[in-house]
């Protein structure tokens, strides 16, 4: 069975700080993928990135990045300099390979606090 | 541009009354079609998922029913609602190139059930 973990329930911060979301996975599969989306308060979940178990390149886009380390199992994503518009449930998944049917964490609420 | 369309956005209803959410995506063929729940607290709960019209896989058992009676259109439903059905539930769909292609989801109905 696939699990993800997002510890953190509610995380406030003040515009222009940064924050990290934990995400702690587990899966019996060689070959997955990983995701984060963001729901904002509009309710729709918006795709923000996407991983394979074979690709642990951390990446930067714009304001946010990901820290993908297999050894631990966890796929942390920060963003810096945080805005207002990013406050949003922030939710971390897991697929198995050739499998799109996702296993999601409960999700991170981030306040961004003007 | 692919777009996905999702409705009512919100519903009220008694307990015991029938359900129909319906969800229909433009700009694409032949897509995987989903349905999750989410409910208050939680993430999100794979109900349905469909890979071609008349193919429904349930994830969970529950009183809900879906179906795919066209390519591009995906139905929940429900003979009598029960308390626990509240929630917000939404629909998406994934192309077929590559493998775990991300998901785009709708935005959302919110369903209170009384």
């Known amino acids: 069975a696939q699990k993800v973990t997002q510890a953190q329930t509610e995380i406030s911060v003040v515009e222009k700080e940064d924050v990290t979301l934990d995400c702690v996975y587990e899966t019996r599969d060689t070959t997955y993928y990983l995701f984060w989306y963001k729901q904002p308060p509009s309710g729709e979940l918006v795709f923000l990135i996407r991983?394979?178990?074979?690709?642990?390149q951390n990446e930067i886009s714009g304001r946010y990045s990901w820290n993908f380390q297999k050894s631990t199992s966890s796929f942390n994503f920060t963003i810096t300099a945080s805005q207002v518009v990013d406050s949003a449930v922030y939710f971390c998944?897991?697929?198995?390979?050739?499998?799109?049917?996702?296993?999601f964490g409960k999700g991170n609420q981030v306040v961004v606090i003007p | 541009s692919q777009t996905i369309h999702q409705w009512p956005a919100t519903l009220v209803q008694p307990v015991g009354s029938p359900l129909s959410l319906e969800c229909t995506v433009e700009g694409t063929s032949n897509p995987n079609l989903y349905w999750y729940r989410q409910a208050a607290g939680r993430g999100l709960q794979l109900l349905f998922y469909?890979?071609?019209?008349?193919?429904i896989s349930s994830e969970v058992p529950q009183n809900l029913s879906a179906s795919r009676p066209q390519d591009r259109q995906f139905i929940l439903s429900s003979k009598k609602l029960l308390l626990s059905d509240s929630g917000f539930y939404l629909c998406?769909?994934?192309?077929?190139?590559?493998?775990?292609?991300?998901?785009?989801f709708g935005n959302g109905t919110r369903l209170t059930v009384t």
């Open positions: 998944a897991l697929s198995g390979y050739g499998n799109n049917r996702l296993a």
């Open positions: 998406a769909w994934s192309g077929r190139q590559g493998a775990n292609s991300p998901l785009h």
């Open positions: 991983r394979n178990s074979f690709d642990e």
């Open positions: 469909s890979v071609g019209i008349g193919q």
